[in-house]
């Protein structure tokens, strides 16, 4: 059974830094893109971030470009997102996502991700 479980959300004032993890279990990831989308109350869910399978190839909305990174480590099937300078209308619930594919290029359509973590709240106070 694949799990995906994201760790490190929480409270921080703006221009704080938080650094989200997804570990996944009951497969490997290591040849699959992985990603971050994010949901605000009241709005759809929308990409943040994505990487391929080797981590050369990175792609982010326009909204965190410059302030938010996202890495993985195969060797863990783990997958981190680094978030800088956090405003408040980066509050919302993160979720990681995991594409079944092998060795594709980015996806940023949540559509194209077959697995789902149950997400993390990020909370970023004024």
């Known amino acids: 059974q694949v799990e995906l479980v994201e760790s490190g959300g929480g409270l921080v004032q703006a221009g704080g830094s938080l650094r989200l993890s997804c570990a996944a279990s009951?497969?490997?990831?290591?040849?699959?893109?992985m990603g971050w989308f994010r949901q605000a109350p009241g709005k759809d869910r929308e990409f943040v971030a994505a990487i391929n399978w080797g981590g050369g190839n990175t792609g982010y909305a326009d909204s965190v470009k410059g302030r938010f990174t996202i890495s993985r480590d195969n060797a863990k099937n783990t997958v981190y997102l680094q978030m800088n300078s956090l405003k408040p209308e980066d509050t919302a619930v993160y979720y990681c996502?995991?594409?079944?594919?092998?060795?594709?290029?980015?996806?940023?359509?949540?559509?194209?991700?077959?697995?789902w973590g149950q997400g993390t709240q990020v909370t970023v106070s004024s």
């Open positions: 996502a995991a594409d079944r594919d092998l060795f594709t290029g980015l996806v940023v359509t949540s559509a194209n991700y077959d697995y």
């Open positions: 009951g497969r490997s990831f290591s040849r699959s893109t």
